[in-house]
C-alpha cells in the first residue's frame, strides 16, 4: 500500500499465501501512522466490496454507494488516522 499526498491509501494488497496472518494489518496501521505523523485530518480509500469488514475492523467507515472500478465493486471508506 501506499499513503498519497491527499491522505488516501492507494493499492493496498497482500499476497493469497500471506493473508489471514496480520500482514494486510501491519501494513494499513504503517501507513495510518504515516498519515497522523503528516496531520491529515481524514484518511479515504475505495475498497473492494470484499475487503469492507476488514477496513471496519480498523475503524473505518463506508460513505457513499458501491461503484464498479475495472469490472469490480469498490466503495470509499474514511477514518481519522
Known amino acids: 500500500g501506499r499513503l498519497l ?3 488516501t491509501i492507494g493499492r493496498v494488497a497482500v ?3 500471506a493473508r ?3 500482514a494486510g494489518s501491519a501494513v494499513l496501521h504503517a501507513l495510518l501512522d504515516a498519515a497522523r505523523q503528516r496531520g491529515e485530518p481524514i484518511v479515504r480509500l475505495y475498497a ?4 469492507v469488514p476488514f477496513y471496519v ?5 463506508a ?3 458501491p461503484f464498479v472500478e475495472i469490472g469490480v ?3 470509499e471508506m474514511v477514518r481519522a488516522p
Do not use: N
Open 15 to 17: 499476497l493469497a499465501d
Open 20 to 22: 489471514g496472518q496480520g
Open 57 to 61: 475492523r480498523h475503524g473505518f467507515a
Open 5 to 7: 499526498r491527499t491522505g
Open 73 to 75: 465493486p469498490h466503495v
Open 63 to 65: 460513505i457513499g454507494e
Open 48 to 51: 473492494l466490496v470484499a475487503a
